[in-house]
């Protein structure tokens, strides 16, 4: 069984555990954390393994480098998407994300990048830093819904990049309509759980009304979600989009923005007008800004849990600033380069919990030899994001948030790589990922500028300490836990905020 046989030579699959009968290979895994199993047999078996779920062969991918030569050197082959079967039923099939390769993705994938490459993404940063700016205000307000804050951070950041809309401060009806959206969605969308629904697909067709029925009544609210999400901005666009003559055809929109961008390319080029354009504009708009808002919230409230339960951190990253820009005014994208404990800080933000600990599974379109093992055509590849950022041999004690482990000994960035590899591989790498790195860097700065995140204190002002738990899911975040945020500056109000933000600027 462990052989195939390729143009006539016998090959060996990768090692890996025997495929059990039926369903029992997805059962065995804990669908809440399959890279722990996934990291167990990797220490049976190496850091690549052939595992076969129901009749799909999967490669399960441990370590990076591995990733690397397979997803990025040879990605002409390792780059298309697996059919998942909760992707139709909850709706998202919106997403190119989830396309297979091919000229779709392509054209998506295009636009996405001439307005999101490091170059362009540059256009974003002063609106960045006024959003940055209102999350402090909000914060300061209403601590206590911070993580509604963040959410309308990242929110605020997506609906401006790609529709130049502008969120309200608070509450926005389209952020909300996004997390909606994007909630049932994320639990269901990992491939282990799909194979399971794709196993069992009568479970996603059960009426609604049926007691029980969860999964099939989440995929109607799910679809339903989805399409005001999409609707919404759609709507926005339609009345926004040209000057009151439409037959002027000028856009009002602002230049910089993915929308304004296509839309002028389209047109100069053949396909203005076609459906095919058409399509690619909406599914390209909407995947990139539901793919910007919960993924930069996640890693930013990893942050704040870490800066919660170590606050010794803060204060180190605070020395820092007042060291460089003083406390007299925020600091801005040119300062940089002058404060690298906060960018070890920001690259421990992506590492310590990688928000997809499984990446985004990629699939092969070619049958493939790797270190002399067999690799089928319609393989999924599963990149065990988690074991790559938990290597104790490149980052030891990975369980803690060390910002140290980014800097030399003087202080500075070691020439390491920051861990681009929770942005994906290849030619699916993370085409927001200059824009996301540019969100957690502001929010990170202009938050330990600020604020001091502490734990809650008992009666006795004693630190009532808490358990951190996680959502499951393609995506992964902390839950909500109690925290207290605490202005460095006494009396700080919002005009106070204001100085500091203008006198920075
Ligand atoms: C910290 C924040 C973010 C993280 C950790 C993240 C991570 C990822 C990952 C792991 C993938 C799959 C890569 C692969 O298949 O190998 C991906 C794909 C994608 N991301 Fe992000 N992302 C983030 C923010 C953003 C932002 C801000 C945008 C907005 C433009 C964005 C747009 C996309 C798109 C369009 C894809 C699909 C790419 C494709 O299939 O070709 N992401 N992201």
Redo the contacts with the bound molecule.
């Keep these: 069984d462990n052989l195939r046989r390729k143009k006539g030579a016998s090959l060996p699959l990768p090692p890996g555990p025997k495929p059990l009968p039926f369903i029992g290979s997805v059962l065995a895994i804990d669908s809440n954390k399959p890279w722990e199993t996934y990291s167990k047999w990797g220490e049976l078996y190496g850091s690549i393994i052939y595992a076969r779920f129901l009749n799909q062969d999967v490669i399960i991918v441990n370590s990076e480098k591995i990733a690397k030569d397979l997803?990025e050197r040879r990605s002409k082959i390792y780059s298309d998407r697996p059919f998942i079967a909760t992707v139709e039923p909850f709706g998202w099939s919106f997403n190119?994300?989830l396309s297979p390769y091919g000229d779709l993705?392509r054209t998506c994938?295009r636009f996405?990048h001439q307005t999101?490459r490091p170059e362009s993404s540059l256009n974003f940063r002063p609106m960045q830093l006024e959003k940055a700016h209102q999350l402090l205000v909000n914060l300061l307000q209403t601590p206590e819904d911070c993580f509604a804050h963040v959410s309308t951070y990242t929110a605020a950041i997506?609906m401006s990049s790609v529709y130049d809309y502008d969120v309200l401060p608070r509450n926005d009806p389209m952020v909300e309509t996004i997390n909606k959206a994007l909630f049932l969605g994320i639990r269901v969308m990992t491939p282990e759980r799909s194979m399971l629904l794709g196993a069992l697909p009568f479970l996603a067709r059960l009426p609604s009304w049926l007691p029980g029925a969860t999964i099939s009544r989440d995929a109607e609210l799910s679809r339903r979600y989805v399409a005001d999400m999409i609707e919404q901005p759609l709507k926005y666009l339609q009345d926004n989009i040209y000057q009151s003559d439409p037959s002027l055809q000028t856009l009002t929109l602002a230049n910089s923005c993915l929308t304004s961008q296509i839309l002028q390319k389209g047109q100069h080029t053949e396909t203005d007008g076609s459906e095919k354009f058409d399509e690619a504009l909406r599914l390209s708009t909407s995947?990139?800004f539901a793919?910007?808002a919960e993924?930069?919230s996640s890693?930013i409230r990893f942050f704040i849990l870490a800066m919660v339960l170590d606050p010794s951190i803060q204060e180190r990253a605070y020395a820092q600033i007042k060291s460089v820009t003083g406390t007299e005014r925020m600091p801005n994208f040119e300062d940089r380069d002058s404060l690298p404990y906060i960018d070890g800080i920001v690259r421990e933000s992506?590492r310590w919990q990688p928000?997809?600990p499984m990446?985004?599974v990629?699939a092969t379109t070619s049958d493939d030899i790797y270190d002399g093992c067999f690799i089928p055509k319609g393989a999924m590849i599963f990149?065990n994001v988690w074991a790559m950022a938990h290597d104790e041999s490149i980052f030891p004690n990975a369980s803690e948030f060390k910002p140290e482990r980014w800097l030399r000994s003087d202080g500075q960035l070691t020439d390491a790589e920051p861990p681009i590899f929770?942005?994906?591989?290849?030619?699916?790498?993370?085409?927001?990922?200059h824009?996301?790195d540019a969100?957690?860097w502001a929010a990170i700065i202009y938050c330990l500028t600020t604020f001091q995140f502490g734990k809650v204190k008992d009666a006795h002002g004693k630190d009532i300490d808490f358990v951190p738990t996680y959502t499951s899911g393609v995506a992964r975040q902390p839950e909500r836990f109690p925290l207290r945020i605490i202005p460095r500056i006494p009396d700080l109000d919002v005009d106070k905020l204001s100085q500091l933000v203008r006198a920075g600027e």
């Design positions: 997803m190119f994300a993705w994938r996405i999101f997506g995947t990139a793919a910007a993924t930069t890693v992506m928000i997809f990446g985004v990629h990149p929770t942005f994906g591989f290849g030619r699916r790498i993370c085409p927001g990922r824009l996301a969100s957690i």
